[in-house]
């Protein structure tokens, strides 16, 4: 099929089956070769072949389409991905769909989005709401067409001339295995013509096996050669250059749990260590803020406290006293604060542990007397590292970087956001890189797919230069819309506001939600008055007079503070968080509520509490807000006591009681990250059923529905943040409910502005409505790949994804 589907579970039996084959360590191929030895049915050695190539390929769809020469109609006879009660029902004349097409052209067929495509063909019993790729390739045996081979993939993509080749390849050897399978069905009678069957089976899957270490061979193992290798996207845009391999100056891998003689010295030296460091920081900001003005300089005041956190270094001194050398005490902590946020849950957080880390190697190599490296670079060089921390990427030339990539990393890592910001492609969690990529090697980095090409052929290269071209003439079309507002055309605008960094570059109006937490986590002890009030006040400056929505304090689950003792819990998901946290430490939550009132002078605040359940809740968070500003007023402190307060929306109860909760508060924020996993039952950090992980399931937009026509009862607005808000199958929806602002990654601001002005509010309200009464999520998707077609921004649809 080449649409989306939904990829089923296997059998349990076949899963235990494939595993045990696994663990005595036969390969795939050879695995299903000694099925297929004992195969006398057709069905069960065409499902054999896709699940060969669904594997070697790597695609999460591979189906196999069979020709009826006579009625000229192509039956689905195999597949992976797909329904699997579809096989045989499914069924298309060679003049209709992309599966036709190949039959007619008798050549490859791609499309990076297939329902955008004007041959594409909706089977609404395959369950295709998920896949969006498609490359069907004709088999062909002896100049005859007998079939097509499709792969499909969950993200749009463009499938390269190499891959194409493969797929050719594979198709050429899976036209035997047709041919005497159906030949074999005619005469499984006999037992003479059952051995020929046998004898060329196993010969076609030999072809197909060698064909595999050929290809092999001509890919390489890490380590040799061409190579291409898959990461995570973290900043868009294709390039080219020679592999830099970046190495630290220092590592904590090298510093042993040495003792010392003579604590005193050492703290001594951890002191002078950390007194320099403070000055390189200060260094680091000014050289920042001039190549870069819309910089955030607060992330670099984030390393600055904890440098100056008197918690951080009590535990460095506790350590020293405990007999260990500087070094080796500076490596005992960071790498226990390290371990704290590697264990989180929430990417943002996760991410933060190359902030840590980054403090800690800048303190070690003061400890150790080395000096701050230069980092030259050769133009057009692509940096390789195993990490990168934004030291490392602040230090560097980057007029001759053209591109990055690293063996581990997330996508919301401080480095991965600057590189963003200097508009460098680049790819994290690059598997094999290190062991891969030599100093000098030719690479081709893919910041929108996550791939990276080692040594790449002359074909590759040549498509890349065509997509670069496109990208570019993509992107010059949206940076148009910067300074244009997110204004339908017939005059409803909406707000679109962003995280903090980079958000005055992508036109966006403000900052939606500005998380508390990170200061919180990295510190030793709760930060104080005057701590908070100087991070909420350079963000709420740095803004210029635009909306600044804070959120009190989200912390639980999986990441809370060191100095907070926790009892485990067996879920602490509906557990002790968020503001439950707050509410039983009134005299904490106070401190921050009044910073936020103080830099509320400095400019337009909005106050946020987060995971409310009940109207008792916000009504003691207001209370406790209430206190803080008569507190402030009698110190005579200058604070806003006008200051607008909301709540997220995030959990079940908060949509039930919405009538209710609005009056308490000026407006609601949607957070759609939790509400659709409370909603659902799904955890969508978990493999198995993050694919149920659905915004567009028929309860989540009737929940959304709900709570944005109790704020319009009201008079008051509603907004919405997390990744939901960002969706553009989402936007028509949004704007058709009437939310007033959408808040997320500053990236993705040019492009749901392009679709805002490309439709009506009308068109969106009946859009909107006819979903809500759909119910399924293969119906709504459906009919709104439908509405994006209408729109004539295809093109925006793939090179978006």
Known sequence: MEAETRKPAAAPRARAQKAAKHAHGLTVLEDISAITARSEDLQETLQRVVEVVAERVGTDVCSLYILDPRAQRLTLWATVGLDRNSIGKVTMSVEEGLTGMAIEKLEPVMAVDAITHPRYKFFPETGEEKYHSFLGVPIIERGTPIGVLVVQTLRRRRFSPHEIRILREIASKVGPIIVTARLMEDLKSKENERREFRRRMVAAIKRLQAYEKTADRAEAAPGRGRARLNGLPAAPGFGRGQAHLLQPPVSFGLVDETRADHAEEEKRRLKRAL?????????????????????????????????????????????????LTAEAALKRVVEDYVEQFVRMSDGYLRDRAVDVKDVGLRILRNLLGVAEPERPLAKDSVLVAEELTLSDLALIEHEHLCAIALATGGVTSHASILAKSFEIPTVVGCEHLIETVQEGDDLIVDGNSGVVYVNPPVDIEREYERLGREYSAFNQKLETLKQLPAETTDGRRLSLYADLLLAHRHGAQGVGLYRTEFPFLTYREFPDEEEQYRLYARVVRGMEGKPVTIRTLDVGADKYPAYMQVPREDNPYLGWRSIRISLEMPEFFKV?????????????????????????????????????KEELAREGREHDPGVQVGMMVEVPSAVALANQLIREVDFFSIGTNDLIQYLLAVDRNNRKVAPLYEPLHPAVLSAVHEVVQAAKGAGKWVGMCGEMASDSLCTLVLLGFGLDDLSMGPFFIPVIKRIIRSVSYAAARNIARDVLEMATVKEVKGYLFDGMKGLGITELMEMYH
């Not at 000014?286 to 440098?307: Q, T």
């Not at 909005?606 to 008792?616: D, G, Q, T």
């Open 592 to 628: 921050q509520l009044r910073a936020v009132l103080r830099a509320a002078a400095l400019g337009r605040v909005r106050l946020m509490f987060p995971m409310i359940s009940s109207v008792e809740e916000i009504r003691r968070a207001k209370d406790l807000l209430e206190e803080a």
């Open 275 to 323: 007194k320099e460091s403070v000055a390189e920081l200060e260094h680091l900001k000014e050289r920042l803020s001039k190549r870069l003005p819309e910089f955030d300089g607060g992330i670099i005041d984030a390393h600055r406290l904890m440098l100056e956190d008197p918690g951080f270094a009590r535990k460095l001194e506790a350590a020293i006293h405990d007999g």
